[in-house]
Each structure stands twice: as C-alpha cells, then as structure tokens.
C-alpha cells in the first residue's frame, strides 16, 4: 500500500510532463493540441506492419510476401507440414496474368512411388556453365537454386554464415553480393564472387580496380565463377552509402576500405565504359582467372542488350551467364520510386532479353540466371519455361533464417538479426541452426520443381517449355506464355545435346553435379 501511495503520484507527475513538454514543443501540431493522447497516432503508426501482418491482412494481402508464401518458406525451413487444405484461396478466375501450368496424363518422365523420394534432389544445371566458350574452369553447377547476391554488411556476419552453410549442405552456390569476400563466407559452401562498382574485395588503396588483388582473392577461396553487377532491382543504375557507423573493422577489412568512414559505391564502373570494353575486360578476366564470368543487370532500356549481343555474334567474345533481377525491390534498401517505379518486372525483363539472345543464335551459349520472388516454385517455373537454366533466391532464403518480414532492413534494427550490424541483434541468430533451415528450404524448393516438371512430362524443370504454362487473360479466357512474351516455341529450351545429358544425369544411376570439361558442351 504504502508503494502505491507514492507509485500513484510519480505516475501522475510523470504524465503532468509529458503533458507539459507536448504542450511547449512546436514540431507536432497534433501533441500541442492533444498532448499525450496524440501520442497514441504515433504509436499506431509505428506499430501498424506489426498490426496488419499479424492481425488484419488475409492470406493473400500482404507485399512483398504474403502470408501464405512466408509459412510455404518457414514450414519448408523447418521440415514441418507445408500443405494447405480445402483449396486455394487465390482470385484465380478474376486475376488476369495469373499463370497455370498444364499438367500431362501421360509423359516421359514417370514419377517415383517410393514415399519420399526426390526430397534430396541435387537437380543440376542443364547448361555447363562456361564450356561454350572454353572456360578452363567450366563447370555444371549442382544445383538449379543457388542463394542470391546479399553482402556482408547488408546482411549481418552470422545470417552471411548461416547461408554459406546452407549452401554447403545443399549442394548450391551462394553469391557473395558486392561487399567482397568475408571470413562468413568461408565456412564451407561454394561462390559466385561479385564484383560491383567499387570493386570490393579486388581494389587497391585508391579504390580502383586490382587484378592481382583479384587473383589472390580466387586463389585463396572457394569461388566457382565471377558476376559483374551492373545494376540490381532494388536500385538499378544508383549508387550505394554504407554510413560510417556501420562499417566495422571486419567489413573495412572484407572490402579493402578505411574504418569508421563512409562506404560509397558509384553508379558506373570505371573499368569499361560501353559494350565493346565490357567485353574486353569480360575476357580479360576469364582469361587471367580462368572462371566463367557473367553479367547481373535489372532491365531497362534494350538498346544495351542488343549491342551487346551484336558485338557477341560477330566478335566471338562473351559473357558465359546472364542474370536477370527484376525490378520489384529485392533485399537493398532503395529510394521508394527506384523500388516502385524503375525497371521491369522480371519475367517482362527477363524474357525481352532472351529473345534478344535467341534471335541471334546465342541463346544456348548463354546461362540465364533469374532473380526477382523466384523462390516460390510457381513463380520458378514460370521462369524455368521462359528459359532460365538457374534461379537465385534472396529474400526467400532470408526468410528462411529467420526472417519475419519486418521490413527494417534499411534502417540497422532487424529485430531477428538478419539484416544487421548491431552485435546484439545478430548475436540472436545461430548460424549452426539457421544454416540447416536454409538447406532444408532449398531442397524442398527443388524437390516441388522436380515434381511439377514430371507432372508436366519431363524430368527436369529445365525442360518444361512455353507451351506448358498459360497466362489467364480473365475468367474466360488464357493465352500460351510463349505468345505473350513473342517467344518461338523451342526458344526456351537447352540444346538438344543438353537435353540428353540432363535426361541422362536425372536418372537414380547417374552422377549428380560435378565439373565437366569445355569439351562436354561443344558452342553451337
């Protein structure tokens, strides 16, 4: 009682200056004229996500993710019961663009009865990646879902760790993104090494780009083959700030930059300026580190893609894989109109840019990688009939560790550690744990591909083609994808070599994955 008694008047005091403070200050009209009460709009508005995920959204609301799509992800991660009952909830007769696959009653591929077979699927590339243009380190990626390009320093060490295992465990590649090569991500799992603008990780003291930087860098690590970013969907054709209070010792030391101090990536590179000294530089790479190298890009204008294809054809030179980002966000944070508003969609983007490519014979020289909500097997598959050989997963594997959808990535406060610098934040997330549910995650996500190419006939999900998937024009009426997109009906599959070996490699006695030599995919 006697605590009360004083409890009750420190309280009422303690409102008293509130009340006051809200009274005299003059930043917010609404507290001068209704302190303390109008602080419960602010309130609101803070806790408002919170609110709408968990209490007001339905299945199907909520963006980037829905609700169905994160507890698809979760219950894969965690090998729980990832099933849904009493049908879809999805508008599907009034939603124009909605996509469905085409199942046969009778195809090639005959599915397996034993209970849970295909769960452990490694499901390789079709394409060698590298060996059309004589790549000396050409290789047959294992895995057609590899872990996206997200940097040490976007991501928190322990969430960059978790991935790594997990692709280890999984059998997949991880993209290191643009930050360069941290210890997280030498825990086991192959790399694609991305080289962005500022040439993280291969720069010299001046932040200009170091070739015998680079060659250490590949000497040294795990890295199967090297990705120049030229813009991604989040912020195409934008630089990037990694404020000073977030550039550690650790991730001063992983990009070759000075601590404590702005880390600024620009909006071009410097070490080309056009297609041709793309090119140039492209082979130049190839032939000092002996990788295949590649390109990532969002889609804008295609007068780029159609020089560079050109020049392709008549020169001889090449990028050995394209990946294509859509425009819809993705992991880096981004002025609001970059993220709404600037460059395509992904299978818009993706697909002009493939017709430019088959159009003029390099489709099948070409890997096409797709980025963009791919992680969620109806939207792979769409792809994988458009033409992509491999797909990455960003957000999805995010969510797959832990992810909770809270959308405060740019602002260093994720609540589950994933995409954060502060100790306290990442400490909560356990790498030894989370690794295991990314692995768990990819291998479902690649036993439903397998299991939706056999319903359509095939063994792969690289060879269900165009004509395997309609898109709903309304209630009445669909339209096949390769005459949305203009595509000819063989365009997007391998070659016909291709084809064979990945029938081949997909039956129980075959080897899955590994290396092959140029030879096995001879430029056609």
């Not at 849904?84 to 007769?93: A, R």
């Not at 590899?146 to 295992?165: D, K, Q």
């Not at 030391?253 to 590179?269: E, K, L, W």
Request: proline share 6%; net charge neutral.
């Amino acid at each position: 009682m006697k605590w009360a008694s004083r409890a009750v008047p420190a309280a009422v005091a303690a409102v008293a200056a509130l009340a006051a403070r809200d009274l005299i200050q003059r930043d917010h009209a609404l507290l001068r004229n209704f302190p303390v009460l109008g602080r419960a709009r602010y309130l609101l508005e803070a806790i408002g996500p919170e609110l709408r995920q968990y209490i007001v959204a339905g299945n199907n609301e909520e963006r980037p993710f829905t609700r169905d799509q994160r507890r698809w992800v979760y219950a894969s991660a965690k090998q729980q019961n990832n099933y849904f009952g009493f049908g879809t909830d999805n508008d599907i007769e009034f939603t124009p663009g909605y996509p469905i696959i085409k199942h046969k009653t009778f195809g090639r591929a005959v599915p397996p009865s034993t209970p849970g077979a295909g769960h452990d699927v490694r499901l390789p590339c079709a394409k060698v990646l590298g060996a059309a243009r004589g790549r000396a380190r050409a290789f047959r990626p294992e895995s057609v879902v590899n872990v996206s390009g997200m940097s040490f320093g976007s991501l928190s060490g322990n969430a960059v760790e978790a991935l790594n295992r997990g692709a280890a465990l999984a059998g997949c590649l991880q993209n290191t993104g643009e930050g360069g090569l941290s210890p997280y991500h030498r825990k086991g799992g192959d790399l694609v090494f991305q080289i962005g603008t500022a040439y993280f990780g291969c720069r010299d003291s001046h932040g200009r780009f170091s070739l015998d930087r680079l060659r250490d860098l590949v000497a040294g690590a795990p890295v199967k083959a090297l990705e120049i970013k030229l813009s991604q969907g989040a912020k195409p054709s934008l630089g990037g700030l990694l404020p000073a209070a977030k550039v550690s010792a650790e991730i001063a030391a992983t990009r070759g930059i000075p601590r404590g101090r702005d880390c600024v990536s620009p909006s071009r590179h410097a070490e080309f300026s056009d297609c041709d000294t793309l090119l140039d530089w492209v082979e130049l790479l190839a032939a000092e580190t002996g990788l295949p190298v590649g390109i990532k890009s969002a889609v804008g204008d295609l007068g780029f893609w159609e020089e560079l294809t050109t020049l392709m054809r008549d020169t001889g030179r090449g990028v050995d894989f394209v990946t294509i980002d859509g425009g819809e966000g993705g992991t880096g944070a981004a002025p609001l109109i970059f993220t709404d508003s600037v460059s395509l969609p992904f299978q818009q983007g993706f697909a002009r840019v493939y017709k430019v490519f088959a159009e003029r014979g390099l489709h099948e020289q070409v890997v096409f990688v797709g980025a963009g909500k791919l992680g969620l097997p109806d939207n792979a598959v769409v792809a994988f009939a458009l033409g992509c050989d491999l797909v990455n997963v960003g957000r999805e594997a995010m969510l797959a560790i832990g992810c909770i959808q809270a959308q405060k990535c740019h602002t260093d406060t994720c609540p589950t550690g994933v995409a954060t610098q502060n100790p306290w934040l990442a400490r909560g997330l356990d790498p030894t744990l989370k690794s295991v549910r990314a692995a768990n995650y990819i291998r479902t996500l690649r036993r439903d591909l397998v299991k939706v190419a056999e319903a359509c006939g095939v063994e792969h999900p690289g060879l269900i083609d165009t004509g395997a998937v309609e898109v709903l024009d309304g209630r009445t009426a669909s339209t096949p994808l390769h005459e949305v997109y203009g595509y000819r009906p063989e365009w997007g599959l391998p070659s016909p070599a291709d084809r064979a070996e990945i029938v081949r490699l997909m039956t129980p006695e075959a080897p899955q994955g590994g290396t092959a030599p140029p030879s096995a995919t001879a430029m056609r």
